[in-house]
């Protein structure tokens, strides 16, 4: 199969630092919210405009991404009182944040738009759930002609082939991997927001059941109801609104693996399209993985965050089961992860949150369980014990890295304003 060639990663230099997000928002993460996704997507964005200090009609750019389960961008800025001049709806789930940023950066330096808001609603948990359960689809069209009829239903179904591949090829243990879910339990525990914030233990997630081998119910993620929103605009005007603005180094989006149906038919299957996205990114961001300060890798399950990093680069390929059970993405760690506790125990929003909580770390005013100063902001301990401060001391550089499965990733590396 002939394969696309690599991005040599120095056509988009000229726009490094030019764009950069201003406003984060989001909802409470629920349980049944007993809202639509209209009313959650407004919610969120009202409070993404509250958190930059913009009028509504500032905004003139508008995209959004879901499976069929969300609020179209032209109803949502209608009941927000905004006219649009360039809106996409993206059909998409993991990795569709920062292939989005990608686009609204290309959709300003073409003149189309000036300010644009990027926004997720779903009922997660309530409304249109991700796994099987049990409801049997009318039709089956598509790649689900490759997977439904052999019960590849849920996501787990579908990515236990590499994960399983990976504690094959290099010796990786459940034991290891159990530790991505228990830091993120460690950081959700210090954030009020959190769905899960229970601390929990190594034997706590194998100890629970069996999802599908080698997926134990502790290392899959949260399902919720939210909505959540970033804004993003020229990195000049960034400065005329209300925080430090975080700026856009570099983005990778929706890259993908040759094989797109059935990824495991296309080998390595216990490697990640990051394999190429990562001679995207670095070389655009003009910087690599070992500068990065604080990571916000994917985790839908236990196993996406330690292939994300793996194949980004923060180790060497085949360590990522010893790079995630160090100690390293802990807070007070060399490079923390996911310091809200993602998805595994914040809650699931197909990647937004990760992006908006590393771009509070950016601003240095994490909503921790430390107290407020005269200046409103936390006044941070870096006291990371339960309860406690989560704010990773002297943050200048973050990086995302969005999984839509083996075969697809995107990823954004953010820096202080």
């Given at each position: ?9 120095t ?5 490094r ?32 405009i ?14 959004s ?17 905004i ?93 290891q ?88 038919q ?6 990640w ?36 990093l ?101 990823a954004?590396?953010?820096r202080?304003?």
């Open positions: 199969m002939a394969e696309a060639k690599p991005v040599d990663g056509t988009p230099q000229y726009l630092d030019k764009y950069a997000i201003i406003g984060v928002g989001e909802t409470p993460f629920m349980r049944g919210s007993g809202k639509t996704t209209r009313a959650l997507g407004t919610w969120a964005i009202r409070n993404a509250a958190d930059a200090g913009v009028e509504p009609g500032e905004i003139d750019g508008m995209l991404y879901s499976i069929g389960d969300s609020t179209a961008t032209p109803f949502i800025a209608g009941d927000l009182g006219r649009l001049n360039f809106y996409m709806d993206c059909f998409g789930g993991g990795s569709s944040t920062e292939a989005l940023l990608g686009l609204a950066i290309g959709a300003m330096e073409a003149g189309m738009c000036q300010m644009v808001c990027i926004y997720r609603a779903m009922n997660g948990y309530s409304g249109r759930r991700i796994g099987a359960t049990g409801r049997t689809p009318s039709t089956i069209s598509g790649d689900g002609l490759h997977m439904a009829p052999y019960g590849f239903f849920s996501a787990g179904q579908r990515f236990a082939f590499s994960f399983m591949r990976h504690m094959y090829d290099y010796g990786t243990t459940p034991e991997v159990a530790m991505v879910k228990v830091i993120h339990s460690e950081h959700a525990s210090n954030n009020p927001k959190a769905l899960y914030p229970r601390r929990v233990t190594v034997d706590d997630v194998l100890s629970s059941r069996m999802i599908v081998k080698p997926l134990h119910l502790l290392d899959c993620c949260l399902e919720t109801d939210n909505g959540t929103a970033i804004i993003v605009t020229n990195a000049q005007r960034a400065y005329d609104y209300r925080h430090t603005p975080a700026r856009v180094l570099g983005v990778v989006g929706r890259c993908n693996w040759p094989r797109m149906d059935m990824h495991y296309h080998g390595p299957i216990s490697s399209a990051a394999r190429y996205a990562s001679k995207i990114l670095w070389p655009n961001a003009g910087l690599g993985p070992e500068e990065i300060d604080v990571t916000g890798a994917y985790d839908a399950f236990t196993f996406t965050t330690l292939l994300g793996e194949d980004f680069g923060f180790c060497e390929k085949g360590a990522g089961g010893e790079y995630v059970s160090s100690g390293v993405m802990r807070l007070g760690g060399a490079r923390p992860n996911n310091t809200s506790g993602g998805h595994l125990c914040e809650g699931y929003t197909h990647g937004m949150n990760l992006v908006i909580e590393n771009v509070r770390q950016l601003r240095g005013e994490i909503d921790d369980s430390c107290p407020i100063g005269a200046n409103g902001n936390p006044e941070h301990s870096y006291d990371y014990r339960a309860g406690g401060c989560r704010q990773v001391k002297d943050v200048a550089v973050t990086a995302n890295i969005g999984w839509a499965g083996p075969i697809t990733c995107s954004a590396v953010l202080k304003g």
